[in-house]
């Protein structure tokens, strides 16, 4: 199992790195959202700061939208998931590596950039570890949730909007809790509590997505 992993992974990485720009879209479009936003807002430093953790959240979850639909696509087109299906491995665990690529490759970068994009909006200093542990805890579960979706749909032709569409609900808890313990840090509340609600549904998801998606896979090529 290590040695498909492993496999996988190296694979995965050599194709992001042939198309590095690609890589840095979602980064981009969240920039792009925390402008907008910024605009909309009127640029005042009050304004912003008190909404900035939900922006940020807004921003990192539809940029993660972005490369949603790719997550298994490619891999249908070449035959590479039929592969999978005769592979000597679970096929969930293949899934767990696939999100695991995409969320260091894809999301990762969004999280490494969230405290720039906070100084944009004026995110109080105090707040930043809290959100940091929010994307920590938050965004993977996000690829979780998000790789069910994809498997869903991989049989589809055009299917971006509808996987946004399916997704999105699925999304609301994780962005109600996330943007929810920056709120409790803003009025000197313990966040903890979301914080641990966010880790109980990543631990539930780390357990039940991966053989969701691989049994929406199995159904998609049966």
């Known amino acids: 199992m290590l040695t498909a992993a492993r496999a ?10 042939r198309r590095r720009g690609d890589a840095l879209q979602p980064a981009l479009f969240a920039l792009l959202v925390v402008v907008l936003f910024g605009l909309a807002l009127g640029g005042e430093a009050a304004s912003l700061s008190q909404n ?14 972005l490369s949603l639909d790719t997550l298994f696509r490619g891999d249908a087109e070449d035959g590479s998931l039929e592969q999978w299906l005769l592979a000597p491995v679970p096929l969930a665990w293949l899934v767990a590596v696939r999100v695991i690529a995409h969320w260091t490759t894809s999301v990762l ?42 498997a869903l749909t991989v049989g589809m032709r055009r299917s971006g909007i509808l996987v946004a569409l399916l997704a999105l609900p699925l999304y609301v808890p994780v962005l109600v809790f996330g943007a929810g313990a920056l709120d409790l840090a803003a009025q000197g509340l313990d966040p903890v509590g979301a914080l641990l609600l966010l880790a109980a549904g990543l631990a539930l998801a780390l357990v039940l997505a991966p053989l969701a998606a691989a049994a929406a896979i199995r159904i998609a090529l049966g």
């Open 52 to 65: 900035a953790g939900a922006v940020l959240w807004v921003a990192v979850l539809l940029a993660g939208l």
């Open 8 to 17: 996988l992974l190296l694979r995965d990485l050599r194709l992001v790195w």
């Open 109 to 150: 970068p969004l999280v490494l950039v969230a405290p720039l994009l906070g100084e944009f909006l004026h995110l109080p200093r105090a707040q930043l570890p809290v959100l940091m542990a929010a994307l920590a805890l938050g965004t993977p579960l996000l690829s979780l949730l998000g790789a069910v979706v994809a």
